[in-house]
């Protein structure tokens, strides 16, 4: 305790003792919940007003507690989550609300094999209880389901001849099955058990990937206006009741139940530079640098007709002449293709026709979709991407019906970009660090591995003028769950060189912002990609020693404000709000930042951790330029939660993802190279 205490006062370094003292506050404080609720890693749950969602599945609320280390003092980080569990009840009953059925009764034709396969695939893994034996309940797991039902799946007896479920459970258990046509549950090898007698053991959490619908229904669960979610906090605070909790009054600690005020301020608004005929709005700003559009095609996937589709493109043109764009084919070639077809032929039909129409090498591909099917979409990128090196804009086709003006604004900035233009940049005066030297953003993501697959996807994005209003993207794929970036030397040297290739400068200074990292990796990553970056300046020029900042920039976490005074019309904090002290770390350089304004629910601030400066920056210098950097997204004319950079990265990252194709003969898995077209452009926002 003696290192941790002098941890806390900036007299010591993070030892070993004060992680274990961290380590073991956070068994004190969970250890008598975790007997009452169900319990995952630092989380707690409860049904209390669970609601049921689609398929069997119900959403309930938690708390999150952690001990931090601050300036001074430990502190209790607490929050509330939301996670989906299992329904308890008759299995039967579950597998009817996953069919989409009203009861069980309407599964007595039997199942398809396309409904027995998709059932199992969400049951599997599921524990399970036996209910035929009242004195004798048994636990089981659910391995598969049969292929055939109850009442023509074999097994040897213990005679050693041959019966079917129904007929062994009614000469056994004198139970005359009800659902004989279904299929039985195989909870281990030559062990059945028919579905009707098996119980759904309460408490499950639901480890499977949501799908888009049940995933929506979740965020809405979740999503608390502030003063909900603080009420909702406080109520937390009574079911810990940490002021009754024995284990912690036995080791001398003591836990105020009252939420810690922190001083915080308001950092001004910047000023953006759109084209000089921009309106005050921001409804529809006029870009500044509007890119030329000479040759493209419209590609349509959906059963849309043709006036709508006419309608949608010629008023997505006005918005963009209107914008700032400059467009000389005012009626591109419309093409319609199959959405279940070939992807890559009809992509190549629609470039050769654009081609055709404006004698000239195709710019972009419109493509209208149908408003469900990931496939499409991620194979529409793969193809122009990395096959035939064209930019592409997709928009969904209810978005064609009665096109808002917004909606096509909106468009129009992503294309714009994508095409090389820039859409606007801050004053020189509120990117000060940028415009004192040629200095160059650069920012860092890591995708993870998705359930069943073992490759991760990074992506470096950085800039490539002085204004930092366009950004280049280097991708790689690197086995496992790596968080280090294991090629990053290269992926920098690609992007000086791009930068030093547009500005005719090299950086003088390099601002480097880390997305994807936990605190328990902070070292271990600044070591290895900090000598990577210092690696790349060398092998470009021996002599070549830019400065460097190495920001580590984080969205996932528990921390939340909630104003006491002054709220926004949704009640958070104003954009702009930074809080440096108090719930920071104990003596490094970090801060919340609360960079966007709130739309729904309760804003969550960004935590920036400054891990190493050769650049002098000080708390305020550093706070004003991520702000005033998050209010220019290429992809939209509101300020955003996170600075641009580690933004783009992960888009970028996302779509390195969908570059991988599987050979349909060999099974193999190829990854695409972007194409150098489009490597000094933003074809990935």
Request: charged share 20%; hydrophobic share 35%; with cysteine.
């Amino acid at each position: 305790m003696e290192d941790l205490s002098q941890f806390l006062h900036a007299k010591g370094k993070m030892t070993n003792n004060c992680q274990i003292a961290i380590t073991a506050m956070d068994t004190i404080i969970s250890h008598k919940i975790s007997a009452k609720y169900p319990t995952v890693c630092k989380s707690f749950y409860t049904s209390q007003g669970a609601r049921s969602l689609f398929g069997g599945i119900e959403a309930w609320q938690g708390y999150y507690q952690s001990a931090r280390p601050t300036r001074g003092k430990m502190m209790i980080n607490i929050d509330v989550i939301a996670t989906a569990f299992y329904e308890s009840g008759p299995l039967i009953q579950m597998i009817a609300k996953i069919l989409g059925l009203r009861s069980p009764k309407d599964l007595r034709e039997g199942l398809s094999d396309k409904d027995r396969q998709n059932v199992e695939k969400r049951i599997k893994n599921l524990k399970i209880s036996d209910n035929h034996r009242l004195e004798n309940r048994r636990k089981f797991k659910i391995m598969k389901l049969t292929q055939t039902p109850a009442s023509y799946t074999m097994f040897d007896g213990v005679d050693g001849s041959k019966t079917d479920v129904k007929t062994y459970f009614q000469n056994k258990y004198n139970i005359h099955l009800l659902y004989p046509f279904l299929p039985c549950v195989v909870v281990s090898k030559n062990k059945y058990l028919p579905i009707e007698v098996c119980d759904v053991i309460p408490e499950q959490r639901y480890m499977q990937k949501l799908d888009t619908n049940l995933a929506n229904e979740m965020t809405n669960f979740a999503r608390q206006n502030p003063n909900i979610r603080a009420d909702k906090i406080k109520a937390g605070l009574n079911i810990l009741n940490y002021k009754e909790n024995e284990y912690i009054k036995q080791f001398g600690m003591e836990i105020s139940n009252d939420m810690a005020v922190v001083n915080a301020r308001i950092l001004p608004t910047p000023t953006i530079q759109y084209h000089q005929s921009s309106r005050e709005n921001r409804v529809q700003p006029n870009i500044i640098n509007g890119a030329t559009l000479g040759s493209w095609s419209v590609l349509v996937f959906s059963n849309s007709s043709d006036q709508a589709i006419e309608f949608f493109v010629r008023e997505l043109i006005i918005t963009c002449q209107d914008t700032g764009m400059n467009i000389f084919e005012r009626k591109p070639p419309i093409c319609r293709e199959n959405p279940i077809g070939n992807t890559e032929e009809s992509l190549k039909k629609s470039w050769v026709r654009a081609g055709n129409s404006a004698k000239a090498k195709p710019q972009l591909i419109l493509c209208i979709l149908p408003n469900t099917g990931s496939h499409l979409y991620a194979e529409i990128k793969r193809v122009s991407d990395t096959v035939i090196g064209v930019a592409t804009q997709c928009v969904q086709s209810t978005h064609t019906i009665k096109p808002k003006k917004q909606y096509c604004a909106n468009v129009c900035l992503k294309m714009n970009v994508k095409l090389g233009g820039e859409n606007s940049f801050l004053i020189p005066e509120h990117i000060q660090f940028l415009a004192d030297e040629p200095t160059i953003l650069m920012g860092a993501d890591v995708t993870y591995p998705l359930p069943g697959e073992c490759l991760s996807y990074a992506a470096l994005c950085g800039s490539v003028n002085v204004k930092a209003s366009r950004y280049a993207a280097s991708i790689r794929v690197q086995s496992g769950y790596n968080i280090i970036i294991t090629d990053l030397a290269n992926m920098v040297k690609e992007l000086l060189k791009i930068f030093y290739q547009t500005c005719g400068r090299k950086p003088k200074k390099i601002l480097f912002y880390r997305d994807g990292v936990s605190e328990s990796q902070f070292m271990k990553v600044l070591e290895h990609e900090l000598t990577a970056i210092k690696d790349a300046c060398q092998n470009l020029e021996v002599n070549y020693k830019p400065t460097i900042t190495f920001v580590v920039v984080q969205k996932r976490h528990h921390t939340r404000f909630f104003p006491i005074q002054g709220a926004d019309r949704t009640g958070n904090c104003f954009p702009g709000t930074v809080v440096d002290m108090n719930i920071t770390h104990p003596h490094q350089f970090d801060f919340y930042l609360l960079s966007h304004a709130g739309l729904h629910g309760t804003s969550r601030p960004t935590h920036y951790h400054v891990l190493y400066d050769q650049n002098g920056f000080d708390a305020n210098k550093l706070q004003m330029l991520s702000y005033n950097l998050c209010h220019t997204s290429a992809r939209c004319t509101r300020a955003v939660s996170l600075v641009p950079p580690v933004y783009y990265a992960h888009l970028a990252a996302a779509r390195a993802r969908l570059h991988s194709s599987e050979c349909s003969k060999s099974g193999a898995i190829t990854f695409g190279v972007v194409k150098q077209e489009l490597q000094k452009v933003m074809y990935f926002i």
